[in-house]
């Protein structure tokens, strides 16, 4: 019996998280997951996930670019009129000395309608020593959101 009520409970707190996230993607349209096509990125396809706090992860898969590891982004989000702008840095590793390859900075600007979003971003490479390597990049993102 104890299991039992254990597990009415804890179904109550999963449903109760559902609403909250819910309430939070319906004051900012941003806040979710994304499936988003980078056309002219080393991979086309990526993950992105807009958490309420302003902060923004980025996920590819590592393969994707057979020079370096680059499969994962993190960063900072903001309203900006009627769209939203934002920044991911990525840390990648050489794949053959698995050193410190370069930091790469994108920089993004969106807008949203409905359940996809529409927009650019710049992206520019720095060595270990913070000198310019690649970029500036301009590309263009569509997103389309992940829903249950």
């Known amino acids: 019996m104890q299991r039992f009520v254990g597990a009415i409970a804890i179904a109550a707190m999963c449903l109760s998280g559902c609403q909250k996230a819910h309430n939070r993607q319906a004051t900012d349209p941003i806040v979710g997951t994304w499936v988003v096509?980078?056309?002219?990125?080393?991979?086309?396809?990526?993950?992105?996930?807009?958490?309420?706090?302003?902060?923004?992860?980025?996920?590819?898969?590592?393969a994707g670019d057979p020079s370096a590891s680059d499969s994962n982004l993190m960063g900072a989000w903001q309203t900006d009129g009627n769209g939203y702008k934002g920044k991911l840095v990525e840390i990648t590793a050489d794949r053959n000395t698995h050193q410190f390859a370069s930091q790469g900075e994108i920089s993004f600007a969106v807008r949203i309608s409905g359940n996809t979003f529409g927009g650019t971003a710049r992206a520019m490479f720095f060595d270990p020593s913070g000198h310019l390597i690649k970029g500036p990049l301009q590309v263009t993102m569509a997103g389309e959101r992940v829903t249950p």
């Open 37 to 62: 096509r980078i056309p002219n990125a080393p991979f086309p396809l990526h993950m992105f996930v807009f958490h309420s706090d302003g902060t923004v992860e980025q996920s590819n898969p590592d």
